[in-house]
């Protein structure tokens, strides 16, 4: 008996296969393409993320066949604040996914904060006013693609993070959903009350019949289509990739904290059932929702980690493979004082400085 992981990151998506004692059996991993169109900008193609997991999906169950197992079940980890946003008729997306990276709203989430509408929101989302979150991409889309606006206003319009985008379209389209961890990195969700928050929506400008339906973590996420997955598997499990790993990592009692590292790093600390609000610009935010019971976390993000070493392989072409790092880090006595701030897409916690870009200094002759 086996249940299947889709991890659907910010670099690449992968399936894998666990076996139920939760041992790794097999795992299918793909990379996909990243666009830059602009300083600051970042996107992927919603339709490349679908090939790509439906891919590594059928490898794995193909690899569960051949060891004559049963799939009992599928669970969704994602990168999260990106946003899609997809026509409900045709199942089309009506403009590239922008990612958590990008930073083209900074211009307006700063508009936002000089009419001081930063405390508010950050009492009702434990969000600092920021375009890393998917409630300003989600503006701009909308603002920005008169095909967007005119299906929101049909009520064919709808808003997913990668969760909800795969959810809808392995269920073909039976199921909007997504879960409370991924919901609370929109900045339209009032993680208080649990529920959408109409007066951040009103100031967007975004209708809430766009939005997914909220659900605990564990929870029933509707069935597989067979024509994607051969058999029809059901989806029991979501959760945002942080709030993932720090599940993975066992961090259950307030005061255990996580620290991960991808295509950024990110710290999170388990605070249990209360909301602490951090006075250093740390944000609060849903670690999960389990039984409708609700555990918070503190969150500081760093947004190029792992993505560091991508941009030293394929922009740079410093090295062939990510794992020549290590050998080369062994190799040096010391750093000789050079130093790369990889602040490509501006700076997280504590700085939120949209307009921070990479810095390299200390460099010498030698």
């Known amino acids: ?25 097999f795992s299918s991993q793909k990379e996909f393409t990243q666009y830059f169109p602009k300083s600051g900008w970042v996107e992927h193609d919603p339709e490349e993320i679908w090939r790509t997991t439906t891919k590594t999906l059928k490898d794995v169950i193909a690899k569960a066949k051949k060891l004559r197992g049963k799939i009992l079940t599928i669970g969704i980890t994602n990168q999260r604040e990106t946003t899609v946003l997809w026509d409900k008729k045709t199942g089309k997306t009506v403009y590239k996914a922008i990612v958590w990276q990008d930073r083209r709203q900074e211009a307006f989430c700063k508009k936002l904060r ?3 509408k930063e405390n508010m929101i950050f009492n009702k989302t434990g969000l600092l006013i920021d375009s890393y979150f998917s409630g300003t991409k989600i503006k701009w889309i909308l603002d920005n693609i008169p095909k967007a606006k005119q299906l929101m206003n049909k009520k064919q319009l709808m808003f997913g993070t990668i969760d909800s985008f795969l959810i809808w379209r392995l269920t073909r389209g039976s199921v909007h959903a997504t879960d409370a961890t991924n919901a609370s990195r929109t900045m339209i969700f009032n993680i208080t009350t649990n529920k959408w928050d109409d007066a951040i929506l009103k100031i967007l400008k975004i209708k809430k019949h766009i939005l997914p339906i909220v659900k605990d973590c564990a929870d029933d996420y509707g069935q597989t289509h067979s024509s994607i997955t051969g058999k029809s598997i059901p989806i029991n499990g979501v959760v945002g990739d ?4 720090t599940i993975g990592q066992c961090c259950f009692e307030p005061g255990s904290l996580k620290s991960t590292y991808g295509t950024g790093a990110f710290v999170l600390l388990n605070t249990g059932n209360k909301k602490i609000y951090s006075t250093n610009r740390l944000l609060t935010t849903i670690a999960y929702r389990i039984k409708g019971k609700t555990t ?6 760093i947004f190029v980690a792992g993505a560091g070493v991508q941009w030293l392989r394929d922009r740079m072409k410093f090295i062939k493979k990510a794992a020549e790092t290590e050998k080369i880090v062994n190799s040096l006595k010391g750093n ?3 130093y790369l701030v990889p602040a490509f897409t501006g700076l997280g916690a504590p700085y939120w400085n949209a307009n921070s870009r990479g810095v390299l200094s200390g460099i010498t002759r030698d």
């Open 1 to 25: 008996k086996f249940i299947i992981s889709i991890d659907a990151g910010t670099t690449s998506n992968r399936s894998i296969l666990f076996d139920l004692k939760g041992k790794p059996v």
């Open 114 to 116: 000089q009419q001081n």
């Open 242 to 245: 942080q709030q993932s790993a």
């Open 296 to 301: 918070y976390a503190m969150e500081g993000s």
């Open 336 to 338: 000789n004082g050079i």
